[in-house]
């Protein structure tokens, strides 16, 4: 559902994500359009790959913005179902675009992308018709995919490996973890799973 808030917004949307976050960059005073289903997928796969935050590089871009950073001034930023971002692990490490992109796919992202030569930041959108552009540093259509773990040379192993879980080798099979953010505590259960 697309809802628009005030430029000076900063309603915390879910546990990891405030509107703030997701204004446009161009430094005017106008509102933000923002889908809050971009912020719920956002969500999953910050629990997905375990991280211990992700920053949005670029949310919702006015038509201007859009057209000053190389958009086309209608892409899915202007419609606030996009972010760029750079995902980082338990340990602070930023995890590779690589791994992004294939947890976006199994998360069902409409359109993803690596967006950087250092495979640091990927976009990823809720468009519904699927559009994954594979490495788009490279300009060439044969960096177009329809599968990111073919595309890298990945396997479901190199994307959800234990490295992920806050806890020592061996895993057990489930993990109590408390989370606190702004000075409330989440509790919950880390599960392994085969793959």
Not at 60 to 75: I, L, P, Q, T, W
Not at 150 to 178: A, C, M, Q, R
Request: glycine residues 8%; hydrophobic residues 25%; contains cysteine.
């Amino acid at each position: 559902m697309i809802k628009s808030f005030s430029y000076n917004d900063s309603t915390q949307l879910t546990p990891h994500f405030n509107v703030s976050e997701f204004h446009c960059k161009c430094g005017k005073q106008h509102p933000t359009q923002l889908d809050t289903d971009l912020v719920e997928m956002l969500e999953k796969l910050y629990s997905t790959l375990n991280c211990s935050k992700i920053i949005i590089n670029s949310g919702y871009r006015c038509e201007s913005h859009d057209k000053k950073v190389g958009g086309n001034g209608f892409g899915q930023h202007t419609k606030g179902k996009a972010a760029d971002i750079k995902c980082y692990d338990i340990n602070g490490v930023i995890i590779s675009s690589r791994i992004v992109t294939c947890a976006a796919q199994d998360l069902g992202f409409g359109g993803i992308s690596n967006i950087d030569e250092t495979y640091t930041s990927c976009h990823v959108d809720i468009r519904p018709d699927a559009k994954w552009y594979g490495d788009e540093t490279v300009t060439s259509l044969y960096s177009i995919t329809d599968n990111f773990y073919k595309h890298w040379g990945l396997t479901p192993n190199d994307i959800y490996k234990t490295s992920f879980l806050p806890s020592p080798s061996p895993v057990p099979e489930s993990v109590s973890v408390t989370i606190t953010i702004n000075g409330t505590d989440y509790k919950g259960r880390l599960t392994q799973t085969d793959s």
